[in-house]
């Protein structure tokens, strides 16, 4: 420590200790992090997309028929759903239930249900993910492997949402349908197209303007305004003092304050 002072030696050798913790948590946090590295994540989910791809179009490619969407679907709103399940749960609130089945028949809903209940994806993909985890070298605790058993259910739902995508004309005119389901930013054309709405139809030449008036009238605004004051005041809505208001009922027919001989000629849709 290049000094012979006690007090001096004392004080460094509190410092050495303070920086010797500090790197020994470091190293710790390096070697058993609490955490995925974005990039694992990312290998955990293209690993259980591409399997999963694989089982959901194995049938429809081998067979003849078209692809059983509906079936995709469900399975999709299952994993989703499992996916923020807690492993050893046995039960699913009404709210996470209808906020990944909107639009399901109550058929499809109950399906749902069984197959969390009877299949447990859940559970399933905990066991597996400390596998998973060794796989690719990540370190294995309980927050990685929470984490990693998110990845493995949401790639298994997405890879089912894909699988809904086969009969597009796009992919089945495709040579190879696995390397656009499995290409993310042509899946994301596809999506885009689909949800593209309708263009409304043309409005008919005699089909009334929409117009944010009560009722339209087509009289000059000159015209209308000592019978609407009239009628307003008769209702005791306004006192007998509306010089003030005429003027301003009179400027919102021009652009600019004009007098009422120049406001003639501006046809508006007026509250009368």
Not at 41 to 62: N, P, Y
Not at 198 to 220: G, K, N, S, Y
Request: proline share 5%; aromatic share 4%; net charge negative.
């Amino acid at each position: 420590m290049k000094t012979a002072d006690p007090l001096e030696a004392r004080r460094l050798v509190c410092r050495l200790s303070v920086r010797w913790d500090a790197m020994t948590m470091m190293m710790n946090e390096r070697i058993d992090r609490g955490f995925m590295t974005a990039s694992e994540a990312v290998a955990l989910f293209k690993r259980g997309l591409d399997e999963e791809l694989g089982l959901a179009t194995a049938a429809r490619l081998d067979g003849d028929g078209p692809s059983d969407t509906r079936t995709a679907r469900v399975l999709e709103a299952t994993y989703r759903i499992a996916a923020r399940l807690a492993p050893d749960t046995d039960t699913i609130s009404f709210e996470l239930l209808n906020s990944f089945t909107v639009g399901f028949s109550d058929a499809d809903r109950h399906a749902v249900v069984l197959m969390l209940k009877a299949l447990a994806p859940h559970r399933a993909a905990a066991a597996s993910a400390n596998a998973c985890l060794a796989s690719i070298g990540a370190p294995i605790n309980a927050a990685t492997s929470r984490d990693a058993r998110a990845q493995i259910l949401l790639a298994k739902a997405e890879a089912q949402a894909r699988a809904q995508l086969l009969d597009r004309a796009e992919v089945t005119a495709c040579g190879n349908p696995m390397s656009i389901l499995l290409d993310d930013n042509l899946v994301m054309q596809l999506r885009g197209k689909a949800s593209q709405p309708a263009r409304a139809a043309p409005v008919p030449a005699e089909a009334p303007i929409p117009t944010p008036f009560l009722t339209t009238d087509t009289r000059r605004l000159a015209d209308v305004i000592d019978g609407t004051v009239a009628d307003i005041q008769a209702s005791g809505d306004w006192n007998e003092d509306v010089a003030q208001r005429v003027r301003v009922i009179d400027v919102m027919g021009c652009t600019a304050p004009a007098p009422r001989e120049v406001c003639n000629d501006v046809a508006v849709g007026s509250h009368v």
